[in-house]
């Protein structure tokens, strides 16, 4: 088959404008493709604001001690004078001590272990110091200033140091196991008449009575 040169461009011709019309059938025609919608958001969730912290409850406060109040009991009552060479009533010869040495609430206490004594246990002496021992032991405590040293300038109560400061002196060289913090222990329940007398039992009776045995010793006895 022969082309000759005029047949082949008006062939060529009529395939291209062919080709060029279905490009642009497609691109008027054919719809655009739809545009990718954006994914929605994540809801906001409003967080919720934090409580206040509750406040603290206040936390009460003890009272503070105070032996300065309190009344005690009649004394227990004295064994008749025949009766001395028998039984030392050492119950009511205390009491009377306790009342005259020790703040109100202590001395309270003191005489109420005395009453509870009966029969023979009225004649032991060992029972009666105990009650006011206990009584003392019991007693608001007022603290030695470092443990140490009794010095008036410590801080604490100048004429309760100068006190015990004398009774460890007087026992330094016969009993040194009496310390400070064990005279103030001893102390701190008695009043003014009761601090002074144990001053001067220990001075005259550290090695024979020690602070047991000078609680509430409102007559001192020289030592032979």
């Not at 400061?165 to 003014?192: F, Q």
Request: net charge neutral.
């Amino acid at each position: 088959m022969t082309i000759d040169a005029k047949s082949f461009f008006l062939l060529a011709g009529t395939l291209a404008a062919g080709g060029a019309g279905g490009y642009y059938f497609r691109e008027r025609i054919a719809p655009p493709p739809k545009p990718v919608e954006p994914l929605p958001a994540p809801p906001v969730t409003a967080s919720a604001a934090p409580s206040a912290a509750p406040a603290p409850e206040p936390v009460p406060t003890a009272p503070p001690c105070d032996d300065g109040a309190g009344e005690p009991e009649a004394c227990p009552v004295a064994i008749a004078p025949s009766d001395e060479g028998v039984c030392a009533n050492w119950a009511a010869k205390r009491c009377a001590d306790y009342k005259a040495a020790f703040k109100p609430k202590v001395a309270q206490a003191a005489v109420a272990c005395l009453r509870k004594l009966v029969g023979g246990e009225r004649c032991d002496q060992y029972r009666a110091n105990l009650c006011g021992h206990k009584a003392l032991m019991a007693a608001c405590h007022e603290p030695a200033p470092d443990g140490r040293s009794a010095s008036v300038d410590s801080g604490a109560s100048s004429q309760l140091a100068a006190q015990c400061e004398t009774i460890v002196k007087s026992c330094a060289s016969t009993v040194p196991e009496t310390t400070l913090a064990d005279c103030y222990r001893t102390l701190s329940g008695m009043n003014e008449i009761g601090r002074a007398a144990m001053v001067d039992c220990m001075k005259a009776h550290c090695i024979d009575k020690g602070l047991f045995g000078c609680e509430a010793v409102t007559k001192v006895t020289p030592r032979p």
